[in-house]
């Protein structure tokens, strides 16, 4: 069952004249060639072995032992295996170079095959692909991320195909979740960067589409199908028989789009599962507008959920991820990645917060309860695709058991009212929560506890996971396989009684398995009546003689299979717990989710009160006000050398009467904090409506739709790209995108060209975010022109951060206040760097020229004696008119001189430098 089309036929394709193929490599050959575009694991054993291409591809990528096995149309045959007990390690490594694993195992047992014939194979089939978004194992996902497959479809709107819209479906199998959405072309990037797909799916045409190759590309894991995943036309069909429903208006109005997508997840979900149906959620509609539109490249910026290097500490998610569930850590950061839009829903989330914050006798419990509240979506989801071990079963009982506490707990607390006039009633989310709490029934965490043994093995095949006493013919069978040399005691003491041979003796070997043993003398006796009605003879010996009984036999067989019956007991309760648990799956499903949300409310309450974070008000105004904002990641890393961070405040409203929000051009110095700033009014914002409270004395916002972060000359060499290129290409995204719900966040644009280009090229944007686009901006420069606009435009606000200088030294005071910087101190930064004082000293003779020059006429920059920098000042290189300078500014003590004179100094200093040149 193959969902791409072979590339190329491999090469293990049986030949015409088939010479000499054993019936196994036979078999191997015919699931392999089913299966072209995955590794094969092929169990033989203890092992999964992998032949040919298969085995040189894995022993490279897992630095396993390749070696060979027999002779395949006269050439050697490569293998390489790995233990099935460590196959979870080698499959990790493998999906996570972008491999997919069929792993096909021994559908008999060998003795079965046997029976056949002694030339005939074991039965094999592949049972499940392994790739890399329908993963379920613990082992081989991180706890705290979600991990989806996401279906990408594509409707064409006009007949010249220039424009289209695209429908995505996601499903995270391990826990459930299921989504669609449909989007423009346009934010098509957006949407996925926010979802992180651990595999996409796309129909073999959209993945060769020429616009869109080098899309597909860049992203890790982007998997051609064959057509009729995403056939428009069986979608409904497909879908509705996935959920046993009549049809998919069950599910709500989708588009025949947003159908296709999801029969496409569906039905690649059961072509990997191979017969397995995991317990999947209906597909529940994102609407486009829902969430904040984030593009991959402001989440990058931002740090969002990553650091710029690619690590999650330091992050905002890092900083304010306070959940005590792994649950509960997914939850946070699918909310984070797509901050809501709707005024009520986010006030909806942080009244659940607020529940919290005012009551922290409340938070602590509820934070402790939950911490012992295991993995109940991923436990869920093993169990629904066969995957389910003993423990999986106690993690449901776990999990349903802290989930009813909790709201018993929390039932409690709101009847009493808390102290200091706290809430009474509980917010939605949280009655919504606890009522999903109490959902499963409580007869399931009974009997799976009735059932579970205190201590349980990793897999239901090691047996010796239900409770003694559960089940009596089980009790019967282990009983038997214990005791079994008591049993066989007892019986021969009783023949030894019935008959009076009191050296009778029941003895086991492997020919005759158990039998009775007496002395020949004695054996006459037992071959005549009464006893030969019960002893049978099997063998006489020199000495001895043998015998058989019926009851033997039976107690024989008994043994001989207990060990297995107890199992096979055991397997048979566990099918009936994994039902009783299917047939709540939906209850156990929603409890899991309310676990996840009381996680992350009581989590976002403890941070604010750890942190000190406001509840803000978000509405349906253009409104943006911070007071004493900070930066939630750089505030909490200096909190660590016990640096305070030093609030500011941000007030992009627009004037009265209007919608046209503000732009504040922000000048000063390098490391002032003005990238700083910037960043911590995007993250204020996008906390916001996430649903948490922010760091901030006091936030209004009104609601953000779209957020843009761009830095000037931004590395993106891995593209092929230069990055002044990359700079305005993602400029032009702004201009053209942004409306007047947007927050635009621009750092030091247009420094990847030339000073003039660049200057101008800023000008014009401010210009046009100020005319055309209308939207709340933050803009740090470098570029001082700038600041003249502020006389032209009016919403355009001029702000700096304060330094001060001492002692010829700058002290940064990370204090953004209203106006533009005098100058960018940065000569004073580079000394503060350590660049050598032959270097600053020659930096200012060129500086006070260029400013001088500046002021008369700019002239081209072969003018400047930027070019004229000797490799090494020395006296006599040095020109007449700067020797005179240089004398000036070696009389000058900067440690000695007081502001005052040294502005006079300098003033002094720039008018003998006008006169000399
Ligand atoms: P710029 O963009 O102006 O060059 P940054 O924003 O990169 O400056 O800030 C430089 C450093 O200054 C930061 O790494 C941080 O340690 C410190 N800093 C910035 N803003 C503040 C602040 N408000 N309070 C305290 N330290 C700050
Ligand atoms: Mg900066």
């Given at each position: 069952m193959a969902l791409t089309q072979p590339i190329d036929p491999p090469d293990t394709e049986p030949p015409a004249?088939?010479?000499?193929?054993t019936p196994a490599m036979a078999q191997y050959v015919e699931i392999k060639a089913a299966n072209p575009d995955c590794l094969l694991f092929y169990r033989m054993g203890d092992f999964y072995e992998m032949f040919f291409e298969d085995a040189e591809i894995a022993s490279r990528a897992l630095g396993i032992v390749l070696t060979k096995r027999g002779k395949y149309l006269g050439k050697d045959v490569p293998l390489c295996g790995v233990p099935v007990v460590r196959a979870d390690e080698y499959l990790h490594r493998l999906i996570a170079l972008g491999h997919r694993v069929a792993v096909c195992e021994q559908l008999e047992d060998p003795a079965e095959a046997r029976k056949r014939g002694s030339k005939s194979v074991v039965r094999r089939d592949v049972v499940r692909l392994v790739t890399a978004g329908t993963l379920t194992e613990d082992t081989l996902l991180d706890a705290r991320r979600n991990n989806y497959l996401l279906a990408v479809a594509r409707a064409r709107l006009s007949s010249a195909g220039d424009e289209a819209r695209f429908a995505l479906a996601w499903i995270d199998i391990s826990t459930g979740e299921f989504r669609v959405s449909e989007c423009e072309a346009a934010s098509l990037s957006a949407e996925i960067a926010r979802l992180e797909p651990g595999e996409i799916i796309v129909s073999d045409a959209l993945f060769s589409e020429a616009d869109l190759a080098a899309y597909w590309r860049s992203l890790p894991v982007v998997m051609p199908v064959t057509r009729d995943v995403f056939d428009g036309a069986t979608a409904e069909r497909r879908l509705a028989s996935f959920f046993a429903?009549?049809?998919?208006?069950a599910f709500g109005p989708l588009t025949r789009l947003e159908l296709t997508a999801a029969a496409a997840c569906v039905t690649y979900v059961e072509r990997t599962q191979i017969g397995q149906r995991p317990a999947l959620s209906p597909p529940l509609r994102e609407s486009a507008g829902a969430s904040m539109a984030i593009d991959q490249a402001t989440r990058g910026n931002l740090e969002l959920m990553r650091t710029l290097a690619g690590e999650r500490r330091g992050s905002l998610l890092d900083a304010i991820d306070r959940t005590v569930t792994a649950a509960g850590s997914r939850l946070l950061a699918q909310r984070l990645a797509a901050p809501l839009t709707d005024p009520a829903q986010i006030a909806r989330r942080l009244d659940a917060v607020a529940t919290f914050t005012g009551d922290s006798t409340a938070r602590a419990e509820t934070r402790s309860r939950l911490t012992a509240a295991p993995d109940l979506a991923r436990a869920l989801s093993r169990i629904s695709v066969a995957r389910g071990g003993p423990r999986d079963l106690a993690a449901v009982r776990d999990g349903v058991l802290a989930a009813a506490d909790l709201a018993r707990a929390l039932a409690t607390r709101s009847v009493t009212p808390p102290p200091?006039?706290?809430?009474k009633n509980l917010p939605a989310e949280i009655a919504e929560a606890m009522q999903a709490c109490r959902k499963p029934d409580g007869m399931l965490a009974a009997e799976l506890s009735g059932a579970l043994a205190a201590d349980l093995p990793a897999f239901k095949r090691d047996g010796g996971f239900i409770r003694d006493g559960y089940d009596s013919s089980l009790d019967e069978t282990r009983a038997l396989r214990d005791e079994s040399r008591r049993v066989v005691a007892a019986l021969q003491a009783r023949y030894a009684e019935d008959t009076g041979i009191r050296i009778l003796k029941i003895k086991h070997n492997n020919v005759l398995g158990y039998f009775v043993e007496v002395t020949a003398q004695h054996g006459e006796k037992l071959m005549a009546a009464p006893f030969n009605g019960i002893f049978i003879h099997r063998q006489t010996l020199a000495g001895q003689i043998r015998f058989t009984t019926t009851e033997l036999g039976e107690l024989e067989s008994k043994i001989a299979s207990a060990a297995d019956r107890a199992l096979g007991l055991e397997l048979e309760i566990f099918e009936r717990l994994v039902a009783s648990v299917m047939a709540e799956s939906a209850n156990i499903k929603d409890c899991a989710g309310a676990l996840a949300s009381l996680d992350v409310a009581s989590a976002l309450a403890h941070l604010a009160a750890e942190r000190d974070y406001t509840r803000p008000l978000v509405d349906d105004s253009h409104a943006f006000v911070i007071e004493g904002g900070r930066h939630p990641v750089v505030e909490q890393a200096l909190s660590r050398d016990g640096t305070p961070f030093v609030a500011n405040d941000c007030d992009l409203s627009p004037p009265p009467e209007s919608h046209a929000g503000r732009i504040w051009l922000i000048t000063g110095p390098n490391m002032a904090g003005k990238s700083t700033f910037l960043r911590q009014n995007a993250l204020i914002a996008i906390l916001a409506q996430t649903g948490s409270y922010v760091p901030a004395r006091h936030a209004h916002i009104g609601v953000v739709d779209r957020l843009f972060s761009r830095v000037g000359a931004a590395d993106d060499l891995a593209r092929g790209r230069s990055t002044f290129m990359v700079e305005m290409v993602e400029t032009a995204a702004i201009l053209n995108q942004a409306g007047e719900r947007a927050l635009v966040i621009l750092d030091e644009i247009g420094r990847g060209t030339a000073t003039f280009d660049g200057l101008s090229i800023a000008w014009a944007t401010v210009e046009h975010l100020h005319a055309v686009n209308k939207c709340r901006a933050l803009f740090a420069t470098h570029f001082h022109e700038l600041t003249a606009l502020s006389a032209r435009l009016d919403r355009l606000h001029n702000a700096t951060v304060r330094v001060k200088e001492w002692q010829g030294e700058v002290v940064f005071l990370h204090e953004v206040i209203a106006g533009a910087a005098d100058h960018s101190y940065g000569i004073q930064v580079a000394k503060l760097a350590g660049l050598p004082a032959s270097v600053i000293e020659r930096a200012k003779v060129v500086l006070a020229k260029l400013e001088q020059e500046d002021r008369a006429a700019p002239k081209g920059f072969e003018d400047l004696p930027l070019f004229a920098v000797p490799s090494r000042p020395s006296q006599d290189a040095r020109q007449p008119a700067e020797d005179l300078l240089a004398a000036a500014l070696a009389a000058i003590n900067p440690d000695d001189l007081s502001p005052r004179e040294a502005m006079e100094a300098l003033y002094r200093l720039k008018e003998q430098a006008a006169k000399k040149a």
């Amino acid at each position: 069952m193959a969902l791409t089309q072979p590339i190329d036929p491999p090469d293990t394709e049986p030949p015409a004249e088939e010479s000499r193929v054993t019936p196994a490599m036979a078999q191997y050959v015919e699931i392999k060639a089913a299966n072209p575009d995955c590794l094969l694991f092929y169990r033989m054993g203890d092992f999964y072995e992998m032949f040919f291409e298969d085995a040189e591809i894995a022993s490279r990528a897992l630095g396993i032992v390749l070696t060979k096995r027999g002779k395949y149309l006269g050439k050697d045959v490569p293998l390489c295996g790995v233990p099935v007990v460590r196959a979870d390690e080698y499959l990790h490594r493998l999906i996570a170079l972008g491999h997919r694993v069929a792993v096909c195992e021994q559908l008999e047992d060998p003795a079965e095959a046997r029976k056949r014939g002694s030339k005939s194979v074991v039965r094999r089939d592949v049972v499940r692909l392994v790739t890399a978004g329908t993963l379920t194992e613990d082992t081989l996902l991180d706890a705290r991320r979600n991990n989806y497959l996401l279906a990408v479809a594509r409707a064409r709107l006009s007949s010249a195909g220039d424009e289209a819209r695209f429908a995505l479906a996601w499903i995270d199998i391990s826990t459930g979740e299921f989504r669609v959405s449909e989007c423009e072309a346009a934010s098509l990037s957006a949407e996925i960067a926010r979802l992180e797909p651990g595999e996409i799916i796309v129909s073999d045409a959209l993945f060769s589409e020429a616009d869109l190759a080098a899309y597909w590309r860049s992203l890790p894991v982007v998997m051609p199908v064959t057509r009729d995943v995403f056939d428009g036309a069986t979608a409904e069909r497909r879908l509705a028989s996935f959920f046993a429903v009549a049809t998919s208006e069950a599910f709500g109005p989708l588009t025949r789009l947003e159908l296709t997508a999801a029969a496409a997840c569906v039905t690649y979900v059961e072509r990997t599962q191979i017969g397995q149906r995991p317990a999947l959620s209906p597909p529940l509609r994102e609407s486009a507008g829902a969430s904040m539109a984030i593009d991959q490249a402001t989440r990058g910026n931002l740090e969002l959920m990553r650091t710029l290097a690619g690590e999650r500490r330091g992050s905002l998610l890092d900083a304010i991820d306070r959940t005590v569930t792994a649950a509960g850590s997914r939850l946070l950061a699918q909310r984070l990645a797509a901050p809501l839009t709707d005024p009520a829903q986010i006030a909806r989330r942080l009244d659940a917060v607020a529940t919290f914050t005012g009551d922290s006798t409340a938070r602590a419990e509820t934070r402790s309860r939950l911490t012992a509240a295991p993995d109940l979506a991923r436990a869920l989801s093993r169990i629904s695709v066969a995957r389910g071990g003993p423990r999986d079963l106690a993690a449901v009982r776990d999990g349903v058991l802290a989930a009813a506490d909790l709201a018993r707990a929390l039932a409690t607390r709101s009847v009493t009212p808390p102290p200091q006039g706290g809430r009474k009633n509980l917010p939605a989310e949280i009655a919504e929560a606890m009522q999903a709490c109490r959902k499963p029934d409580g007869m399931l965490a009974a009997e799976l506890s009735g059932a579970l043994a205190a201590d349980l093995p990793a897999f239901k095949r090691d047996g010796g996971f239900i409770r003694d006493g559960y089940d009596s013919s089980l009790d019967e069978t282990r009983a038997l396989r214990d005791e079994s040399r008591r049993v066989v005691a007892a019986l021969q003491a009783r023949y030894a009684e019935d008959t009076g041979i009191r050296i009778l003796k029941i003895k086991h070997n492997n020919v005759l398995g158990y039998f009775v043993e007496v002395t020949a003398q004695h054996g006459e006796k037992l071959m005549a009546a009464p006893f030969n009605g019960i002893f049978i003879h099997r063998q006489t010996l020199a000495g001895q003689i043998r015998f058989t009984t019926t009851e033997l036999g039976e107690l024989e067989s008994k043994i001989a299979s207990a060990a297995d019956r107890a199992l096979g007991l055991e397997l048979e309760i566990f099918e009936r717990l994994v039902a009783s648990v299917m047939a709540e799956s939906a209850n156990i499903k929603d409890c899991a989710g309310a676990l996840a949300s009381l996680d992350v409310a009581s989590a976002l309450a403890h941070l604010a009160a750890e942190r000190d974070y406001t509840r803000p008000l978000v509405d349906d105004s253009h409104a943006f006000v911070i007071e004493g904002g900070r930066h939630p990641v750089v505030e909490q890393a200096l909190s660590r050398d016990g640096t305070p961070f030093v609030a500011n405040d941000c007030d992009l409203s627009p004037p009265p009467e209007s919608h046209a929000g503000r732009i504040w051009l922000i000048t000063g110095p390098n490391m002032a904090g003005k990238s700083t700033f910037l960043r911590q009014n995007a993250l204020i914002a996008i906390l916001a409506q996430t649903g948490s409270y922010v760091p901030a004395r006091h936030a209004h916002i009104g609601v953000v739709d779209r957020l843009f972060s761009r830095v000037g000359a931004a590395d993106d060499l891995a593209r092929g790209r230069s990055t002044f290129m990359v700079e305005m290409v993602e400029t032009a995204a702004i201009l053209n995108q942004a409306g007047e719900r947007a927050l635009v966040i621009l750092d030091e644009i247009g420094r990847g060209t030339a000073t003039f280009d660049g200057l101008s090229i800023a000008w014009a944007t401010v210009e046009h975010l100020h005319a055309v686009n209308k939207c709340r901006a933050l803009f740090a420069t470098h570029f001082h022109e700038l600041t003249a606009l502020s006389a032209r435009l009016d919403r355009l606000h001029n702000a700096t951060v304060r330094v001060k200088e001492w002692q010829g030294e700058v002290v940064f005071l990370h204090e953004v206040i209203a106006g533009a910087a005098d100058h960018s101190y940065g000569i004073q930064v580079a000394k503060l760097a350590g660049l050598p004082a032959s270097v600053i000293e020659r930096a200012k003779v060129v500086l006070a020229k260029l400013e001088q020059e500046d002021r008369a006429a700019p002239k081209g920059f072969e003018d400047l004696p930027l070019f004229a920098v000797p490799s090494r000042p020395s006296q006599d290189a040095r020109q007449p008119a700067e020797d005179l300078l240089a004398a000036a500014l070696a009389a000058i003590n900067p440690d000695d001189l007081s502001p005052r004179e040294a502005m006079e100094a300098l003033y002094r200093l720039k008018e003998q430098a006008a006169k000399k040149a």
